[in-house]
Nanobody, 124 residues
Framework: QVQLVESGGGLVQAGDSLRLSCAAS????????MGWFRQAPGKEREFVARITRGGLNTDYSESVKGRFGISRDNAKNTVWLQMNSLKTEDTAVYYC?????????????????WGQGTQVTVSS
């Protein structure tokens, strides 16, 4: 079973950038589709971005499209989420997630494996 550990969260101002990392251990992520979700206080967890196991295809929620970028390096067993032009509404706990590669369509709604989350707070 793969374990996922997020890092890179913090407190930033609106308009700033942050890069989140998701380091995987226990097995290679090369056969897994990977993604990011977030959960703001009082709200349900929501999809942010996903990437296919080979990295050729990506998908984003409408709220982050054009501002966020997901990428991966299977050799480093790591996935990143580059977040630019941050807004106060991006404040949330961000979770790294994984599903078996053939099920990447599921990653828009749920995941098989979750990280523990990293807090991102954007102040105005």
């Amino acid at each position: 079973q793969v374990q996922l550990v997020e890092s890179g969260g913090g407190l930033v101002q609106a308009g700033d950038s942050l890069r989140l990392s998701c380091a995987a251990s226990g097995r290679t992520i090369s056969t897994l589709a990977m993604g990011w979700f977030r959960q703001a206080p009082g709200k349900e967890r929501e999809f942010v971005a996903r990437i296919t196991r080979g990295g050729l295809n990506t998908d984003y929620s409408e709220s982050v499209k054009g501002r966020f970028g997901i990428s991966r390096d299977n050799a480093k067993n790591t996935v990143w989420l580059q977040m630019n032009s941050l807004k106060t509404e991006d404040t949330a706990v961000y979770y790294c997630a994984a599903v078996a590669g053939d099920n990447w369509y599921r990653l828009r709604f749920t995941a098989d494996v979750w990280g523990q989350g990293t807090q991102v707070t954007v102040s105005s």
